[in-house]
């Protein structure tokens, strides 16, 4: 990957954030909400669509929550989210985005992955975001971007604990609290120059059963989501 595909990748793949506009008309950040992914507008559709996990989208309220996005000199700039759509049975929302011209390479893809399938997650996990600090020693907030990668260990048709719906993938790296709503890549796409990237999956979270358990993440499979959500077709490019 080239510096230029990874200075890309800070505007496909984005932080969530809640905010709050003050009174000289700049916006305060209010707290970290996840992670969400510019979708690839098909024939017919807007642009500016972004997927994230449902239990990220639940903590926004359009008006007051944006995604970000950065800006040639490093510095982060917010989209205003303006509408959001929860899907009606799995850990997956859309946010609609104010007007503008997006970058987007990611698209849903109808494949049927299954246990071995390589995956690419890029994320904002919460565990990076004070690891910078200010000239007066007060921890900054500032979302960090990070890579992972694993394998899908199993299909999942049933309920889980502590996570909405019921069409999973079990992943063998857990990629963190932050990393909610981060897009599961194909691993034999993810070049900028090459074909679009194709999510399988949505990252929604992580658990340990039992103590001495595997630490295993969950995703939420994408290749039939439209299944009770007919709307959802027009999203597959």
């Known amino acids: 990957m080239t ?18 506009a003050t009174s000289d008309d700049t916006v305060c950040n209010e707290g970290f909400a996840g992670t969400a992914f510019l979708l690839k507008h098909a024939e017919g559709q807007v642009e500016g669509v972004a997927v994230t996990a449902r239990h990220v989208a639940e903590q926004l309220t359009p008006g007051e929550s944006a995604i970000l996005f950065r800006g040639t000199d490093g510095s982060w700039q917010p989209a205003a989210v303006q509408g959001i759509e929860l899907h009606p049975t799995q850990d997956v929302a859309l946010l609609r985005l104010e007007p503008g011209t997006y970058v987007a390479h990611c698209v849903l893809s109808r494949r049927e992955a299954h246990a071995s399938l390589q995956y690419m997650l890029w994320g904002y996990p919460a565990a990076v975001l004070y690891e910078s600090v200010s000239d007066d020693g007060i921890a900054l907030q500032r979302p960090d971007l990070i890579y992972s990668e694993g394998h899908v260990r199993r299909r999942i048709s049933d309920r889980l604990p502590g996570i909405h719906g019921s069409r999973f993938f079990e992943l063998s790296t857990p990629a963190g609290p932050g990393c909610s709503g981060a897009p599961l890549i194909a691993r034999s796409q993810g070049h900028f120059g090459g074909p679009d990237w194709q999510v399988v999956g949505v990252y929604v979270g992580e658990r340990r059963s039992q103590p001495g358990d ?3 993440g969950y995703g939420v499979r994408i290749a039939d989501i439209d299944q009770d959500a007919e709307s959802w077709s027009a999203l597959f490019a």
């Open 3 to 20: 510096e230029r595909d990874y200075d890309m990748l800070f505007n496909i793949v984005v932080p969530v954030m809640k905010v709050r």
């Open 214 to 216: 595997l630490f295993v």
